[in-house]
């Protein structure tokens, strides 16, 4: 399989290069919207550090097969136009997408396979299938979402408490989110409370809160490195390369693996 990833010079992209080194994983284009950024000793010897500008020659150039993505929306949408210009599979991490940015993932679709999740760990996997259990099985309690991250990342609430939420109102019905308080407001016993704590190097905690009159229950997902999520998103370009056109959910690769 010949990869490249985008964001370089990221957090994540320099994760995803890390580990694709320790899989011993053939990674052709390191990406940049800043090239120099990127360090000698990031990537291989064989792997050209390419302009984000010039992504669409070079994945054809290349015959690269799977793309793989943690960035940010806007600079998304062009690398899956590209992708799908170029015939790569796309995989993307990336949050903080719109309606608009999810439009033009289902455009590139239409000619590539496509894999977004919001969080690429199988605990977390695990974690949404629980939360929604719970949100049915404690029908009346009160659901509150925290979820933690480093003082870096820009996008809130997160794109993995976002499908949590996503979760419990696949129970419960569309609930109204109430983005922290301040001042008096009685809580509505229906709405649910989302906190978003930004702080030093948090890599990420997502802890759901489900509160009866007499008891409480926390499920707490903390990942303890990211590599747990570069490591995820390899698993998922290796499931994804070479599948038709279309758009494809991270749960059917954690399936393979079960
Ligand atoms: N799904 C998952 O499991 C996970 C998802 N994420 C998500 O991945 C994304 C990246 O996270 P992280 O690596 O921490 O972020 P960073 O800010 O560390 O890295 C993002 C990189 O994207 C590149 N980039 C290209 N265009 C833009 C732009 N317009 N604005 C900002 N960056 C741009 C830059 O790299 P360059 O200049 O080299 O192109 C930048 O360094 C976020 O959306 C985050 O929420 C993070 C962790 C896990
Ligand atoms: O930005 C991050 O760091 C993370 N972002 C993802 C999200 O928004 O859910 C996943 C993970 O929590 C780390």
Redesign the pocket.
């Known amino acids: 399989m010949r990869l490249a990833v985008t964001g370089a010079s990221g957090?994540?992209g320099g994760e995803v290069l890390a580990a694709a080194a320790d899989r011993a994983e053939r990674v052709v284009l390191a990406v940049s919207s800043e090239p120099d950024a990127v360090g000698p000793t990031a990537v291989d010897a064989d792997t050209e550090i390419v302009p984000d500008a010039d992504l669409a020659d070079a994945l054809a150039a290349h015959e690269v097969d799977v793309l793989v993505d943690?960035t940010a929306p806007s600079a998304l949408v062009d690398y899956a136009a590209a992708c799908a210009d170029a015939g790569v599979a796309l995989v993307t991490?990336t949050?903080?997408l719109t309606d608009d940015h999810r439009g033009a993932l289902a455009d590139a679709a239409d000619a590539v396979p496509v894999l977004h999740a919001?969080?690429?760990?199988k605990g977390?996997a695990v974690l949404t299938r629980l939360v929604g259990e719970a949100a049915g099985a404690l029908a009346d309690y009160d659901v509150e979402l925290v979820?933690a991250?480093?003082d870096?990342?820009?996008?809130a609430?997160?794109?993995?408490?976002?499908?949590l939420l996503d979760a419990v109102d696949d129970v419960r019905g569309e609930s109204p989110r109430v983005h922290g308080r301040e001042g008096e407001a009685p809580r509505a016993e229906d709405e649910v409370g989302v906190h978003a704590v930004r702080a030093g190097d948090v890599?990420?905690?997502?802890e759901v809160w489900l509160a009866g009159g007499r008891e409480e229950l926390r499920l707490t997902h903390r990942?303890e490195s990211?590599r747990v999520?570069a490591e995820g998103a390899l698993d998922a370009a290796a499931w994804l390369a070479g599948r038709d056109a279309g758009q494809y959910e991270f749960e059917a690769v954690l399936e393979v693996d079960a």
Request: proline share 6%; hydrophobic share 30%.
């Open positions: 957090r994540m943690f991490g949050t903080g919001p969080n690429f760990s977390v979820e991250h480093h870096g990342k820009t996008d609430p997160s794109g993995t408490a976002l499908s890599t990420g905690v997502h990942a990211r999520f």
